[in-house]
Each structure stands twice: as C-alpha cells, then as structure tokens.
C-alpha cells in the first residue's frame, strides 16, 4: 500500500470526496453525550457503585465518568478533518476557516464560563437562583446561536440574537458569587475546556492540510509537552498560554481524534476494512503501553490531567469507534441507534437539556420520590434520563431550534 505521506501533500485535494455523513461518528458521539448526561446525573442518586463516578483528584486510578469528557474530546478531533474538507469544498480559504474556527471557539469559551458562574452563585446576593441563572443562559445561547432557517424573517432573527446578547450581558452585571464577589472566570468549565482544545486542533488541522506526518508530529508535540507539564520542565513564561493548550493533555486528546479520523478516511476510501482495523489496534496497544509506563511517574488521574489518562482514554476511545464502525457503517445496523441520534448531530443542544430540567424542577419546587433515587434503579432513571435529553433534542430540532457554531 502507498505510504499515506505520498497520498495526502499539501497539494492534494481533501480526503473527503463528498458531503455523506460517517454513521459510526455520529453515533459514537451520540453515545458519548449519553454517557455524559448519565454521569453527570449520578449525583442526584445514592448507594450506587463507586466505579462509576469521578475519582478524586489526589487518587491514583479511574471511574466511568473519568473516561467520557476525554472521549468527547477525541470525538471532536475526529470531525474536525471532515468539518474543514468540507468547508473548503464549498470554496472556504484558510482565512475564513480560522476565523470560523475563532467564533466557534469564544462561543464555547462564552458557554463556559457563565455556566461555571452559575455553579458558585450566591442566590441571595444575586436575586436569583441557581436553576433560573441556568435557564436563562442556556436560553440566550440558543437565541444566538441557533441555526435559523434560511427563509426565516430577518428582523425576527436579529431581535432574538439581540435578545439573548442582552440578557447575557445583564446576568454578568447582576451576578454575585459565593467564591468570587463579581462575574469572573473561575475555570473554563467543560464547554471551554472544549473551546480551548478545539481552538489549538482545528488551527492546526486547517494548516496540516490532511498530511498525516504534520498531524502525528502535532499529536506528539502536545503528548511530549503534557509530560513536560506534569515533570514541572515548562518554562514559566509557557503558562501565560491557557492551560488547556499549555499542559498539552485535552489539546493531545483532540489531536488523536484528528490523526485517527485522517488515517480512517484514508483506509476507508481504499475500502481497506480489516487493514486499518489492524492498524488502529496496534496503535491501541502502543497507547495502552503508553499509559502504562507513564503512570509510574504521575498517576492515572482525570483531574490532574495525567500523560496516563490522555493515552489510555484514547485507546479505549479507538476500539469504541472501531466495535461501532463495524455495527453501524459495516453491519448497516446505524438504526439501532435512531432514538439516540440527536444527541450526536445537536450534541450541544442535547447538552444543555439537562439544565433547562434541573432549573424547573427547582423553580416548581419538584421532587423525585426517595425510592427511584436509590442503587439500581436510580442508575436506571439516570440512563433514561439521558435518553429523554436525547429525545426532546430531536423534537427541538424538528420545530426549528438547533444550534449550529
């Protein structure tokens, strides 16, 4: 087979001849959000198994809710090199892509942060509570930022992403924090993590124009400079640089999505199945030996952000694309799969759901009964919550609101 150096030049057209959507994607990152949902529900429940839930920073290991957000990461870097090639198919320069790249990335950032805010509101101070200040947030981030239709009335359009600027900007000024007296970035949380790691992989995809090399070579680079980060060998000055671009980790994690999503498209355009299953489980075990190795030095720890968690949760991400690859764009089995599928085509819609049924349960002053929140059968009413956020996405979807960045 030609070395893939020779193929994808700088020269060379997209990978992507044309616009079909890759199923397994899809449905990977629609499992995905379902897992994060369900995970990030286990709070409300009790008696349920510890593997389940995050492990404390300080502890060396991990549970089920410390595999998913680095999974997502990699989902992200997975739809990057089809995103871009198809953008430029559409006659995008680079120009335009970096600045599509930009918008997107302060939209997440903007998410964030006032999503963070309204973990440590003071409710008293603010004249809010918490489950409204979310409310509204997430409201105003559909107002700007859905994806309106073409023939929808102008007016009606600019009045509604005015609106949404609007009430964001008044819930900065009002906001008083129980850590913080005034509206401030405490962290990034996990949509500006996303922001952060997508910002630093898609600039670098969009000039690595589908060369393997240059990709791997940028994989490594962030791999090298998380390991760099947590042996304490960066120079100060690196820190001024976020730190999820600077500790390398979550941008490693993105870049390993982009590098297997490139050598996918390659492989499955020679219609080369079994091959780049072959190579993708080699690549798993390097990584598996990878994070092996390295926990010896810093643990395996999602908190901290270890070198042992970015390898290890890249290779139990591989063989989920790979088992559903096989079901779903192989086995022709992609329906299996239907009730869940806006959960992977609006992730973040679907993602917001949860805040908009926290908030009224809380403004209604509504409460579950003991008996459902309790070891297996509270796990069950988590999973079919997840599925419901999954499911009011695609009603959402169907009378118009979906949010595209």
């Known amino acids: 087979m030609p070395q893939p150096e020779t193929i994808l030049t700088q020269q060379a057209p997209p990978i992507v001849l044309n616009p079909v959507r890759i199923e397994s994607i899809d449905v990977l990152r629609a499992a995905t959000m379902i897992l994060m949902i369900f995970v990030n529900d286990l709070w409300s429940l009790t008696n349920i198994p510890a593997w389940l839930e995050h492990v404390p920073r300080d502890v060396d290991g991990m549970g089920l809710a410390d595999s998913v957000f680095p999974a997502f990461l990699f989902i992200v870097g997975m739809s990057l090199p089809f ?131 240059v990709l791997a070579a940028a994989w490594v680079g962030f791999a090298l400079l998380s390991m760099a980060d947590h042996a304490a060998l960066l120079p100060k000055v690196v820190h001024v640089i976020p730190g999820a671009i600077s500790g390398g980790t979550m941008v490693g994690l993105t870049m390993g999505g982009v590098v297997i999503s490139t050598l996918f498209q390659l492989y499955r355009k020679r219609d080369h199945n079994k091959q780049m299953t072959l190579v993708f489980l080699a690549i798993v075990v390097v990584l598996v030996g990878l994070s092996i190795y390295t926990r010896q030095f810093w643990g395996l720890s999602k908190l901290g952000a270890t070198p042992a968690w970015l390898f290890l949760c890249s290779a139990i991400t591989i063989l989920a694309f790979l088992g559903i690859y096989w079901l779903t764009d192989v086995g022709g089995k992609a329906n299996w799969f239907t009730l869940i599928k806006p959960a992977g085509t609006d992730t973040l819609l679907c993602y917001l759901i949860p805040y908009f049924a926290y908030g009224l349960m809380t403004l209604l002053h509504l409460h579950l009964p003991e008996a459902i929140l309790i070891g297996a059968i509270g796990l069950l009413k988590s999973f079919l919550f997840a599925i419901m956020c999954a499911w009011i996405t695609g009603r959402l979807n169907w009378v118009g609101v979906k949010l595209k960045l």
């Open 83 to 213: 995103a871009i090639n198809a953008r430029r198919k559409k006659g995008d320069t680079d120009v335009t892509l970096v600045g599509h790249i930009i918008g997107r990335s302060i939209a997440l950032l903007t998410m964030g942060v006032f999503l963070v805010n309204g973990e440590s509101i003071n409710e008293a101070a603010t004249g809010m509570q918490r489950g409204v200040w979310n409310m509204l947030s997430c409201l105003s981030f559909i107002l700007i930022w859905n994806a309106y239709p073409k023939n929808a009335v102008k007016w009606i359009v600019y009045v509604s992403k005015g609106l949404g600027i609007s009430v964001l900007f008044i819930l900065a000024f009002v906001y008083r924090g129980e850590e913080e007296p005034r509206f401030a970035t405490h962290w990034w949380g996990i949509l500006g993590l996303i922001g952060w790691s997508y910002l630093a992989a898609a600039l670098v995809t969009v000039f690595a124009r589908n060369r393997i090399p």
